[in-house]
């Protein structure tokens, strides 16, 4: 602040001496250029005295005439006659000799300081000194007048740029604190996710891009969480895999143990109870065979890698077979088969096997009267009158790994309607459920 105002009196000073110096200069341009309009009023014969006192009126300026012998020949501010001739001639012959054509001289009388101008003529082939004289007092005054106006323009001016720094400081604190405020909301992962600022081009690029940061965050905060969230149903589905599994390979292993441990601790086992036990551990063992082929099987559909083999085949022949196969396990089942005998299908034999098979062990497992299968050239129906099945577990029984959470219906690993489907969807043909529980259910495979 010490520096700004000695910078300040510094820049005044010049600019004082400066407008003095011009203002000086111009006084004097004017003052011999009327000394010079003075010497034409000369020639005409003109009464020096009503001249003088005219100039003095008018002009408010000092007029003294001289001859060149040092006679006073007209003054405009004293009395001609008490003056001192010779005296005044030689400053008037000085002054008009001075290299400028002019003389700043302090007036102990008027206490003053006066700016002298002489120019020496010839009229009438006679020489004159004239000399003009101003006081530089209303100089100083103009200037200092000036200065005050400058100075009072200044401080006015220097106010109000204070002023508007201090409020575009004040709204550029309050457009830092905002965008501070929201960056530590983004930090604490609160909701806002959008910003705006009119105030500059810069704070509206800014908070457009903050904005678009806080949106893209947000953006990939919900797909994390949507991400944990698949995380966790991936980890608690393989959980419940690796139980299902578990619990599937547990029991015939443990039947197949518990045989084989009695015939190594018994060797003259009666014959026909050996022959009963091998029979279990065969059949276990079948089991273990049947649950690895169809974890093997869900696989190769769930990643493509299944290959086919299309062929033409009679509907009613593979239904009747399936049938057969499945007499040595349900031999006390009735099953009813309605449809044209005539009637075929391009499929993979092997493929559309393991779906009927599937739906028939189903109406097996969970009916005890007999099973019903409609055919025509459009669609399987499988239809029995079990248990039937929950709407809520209708919509989920087709996916992987699903289990329903009832004991009345077990659905082992939970890919055997997962293994349907997928075939189903391989030949380009689409299962239709529709159930009731206690009522009964009909698997469709529609062509």
């Not at 990643?303 to 349900?330: D, P, R």
Request: with cysteine; charged share 25%.
């Amino acid at each position: 602040m010490i520096l700004f105002f000695i910078l300040f009196l510094i820049i005044g000073a010049i600019i004082y001496y400066w407008i003095k110096g011009f203002y000086i200069e111009q006084t004097k341009e004017s003052l011999l250029n009327n000394i010079d309009l003075i010497s034409f009023e000369l020639q005409k014969d003109t009464n020096l005295d009503l001249l003088a006192k005219h100039i003095k009126d008018t002009l408010h300026t000092r007029l003294t005439v001289i001859s060149n012998d040092g006679v006073v020949i007209a003054e405009s501010h004293k009395d001609k006659t008490k003056m001192d001739n010779h005296k005044y001639r030689d400053e008037i012959m000085q002054a008009s000799k001075e290299k400028f054509g002019y003389k700043i001289r302090h007036s102990h009388t008027l206490n003053k300081d006066l700016l002298y101008v002489a120019k020496k003529y010839n009229i009438n082939k006679t020489f004159i000194y004239i000399r003009l004289a101003k006081e530089l007092v209303s100089i100083d005054h103009q200037i200092i007048s000036l200065g005050v106006k400058i100075l009072l323009i200044l401080i006015i001016f220097f106010f109000i740029i204070f002023f508007i720094t201090y409020k575009i400081s004040k709204e550029i604190e309050s457009e830092t604190q905002k965008i501070v405020n929201f960056l530590n909301s983004l930090v604490k992962k609160r909701k806002l996710t959008y910003i705006n600022s009119d105030f500059s081009v810069e704070f509206f690029k800014i908070t457009k891009h903050l904005s678009k940061i806080s949106q893209i965050l947000t953006k990939k905060d919900k797909q994390k969480a949507k991400y944990t969230k698949k995380l966790q149903i991936s980890n608690k589905q393989k959980d419940d895999i690796i139980s299902a599994i578990s619990h599937e390979f547990k029991n015939p292993i443990a039947v197949i143990n518990g045989y084989c441990q009695t015939l190594l601790d018994d060797e003259d086992i009666n014959k026909n109870i050996r022959k009963k036990f091998l029979e279990k551990i065969y059949k276990n063992g079948d089991k273990l065979s049947s649950l690895i082929d169809t974890l093997r099987l869900s696989i190769k559909l769930d990643s493509g890698q299944q290959q086919t083999n299309f062929t033409t085949i009679n509907l009613y022949n593979l239904l009747y077979e399936s049938i057969e196969n499945m007499k040595i396990n349900y031999n006390k089942r009735e099953t009813i088969i309605k449809g044209d005998k005539n009637i075929t299908i391009k499929v993979d034999p092997t493929l559309f096997e393991v779906v009927i098979n599937n739906l028939i062990e189903n109406a097996y497992k969970y009916s005890e009267d007999e099973v019903i299968i409609n055919f025509n050239q459009n669609r399987v129906d499988i239809i029995d009158s079990g248990i039937g099945i929950s709407s809520k577990n209708l919509e989920n029984i087709t996916e992987k790994f699903y289990r329903v959470g009832s004991n009345n219906w077990n659905n082992s690993l939970g890919l055997g309607l997962f293994i349907v489907n997928n075939i189903i969807t391989l030949h380009n043909f689409k299962l239709e459920i529709k159930s009731q529980e206690n009522k009964g259910s009909t698997f469709s495979i529609i062509f």
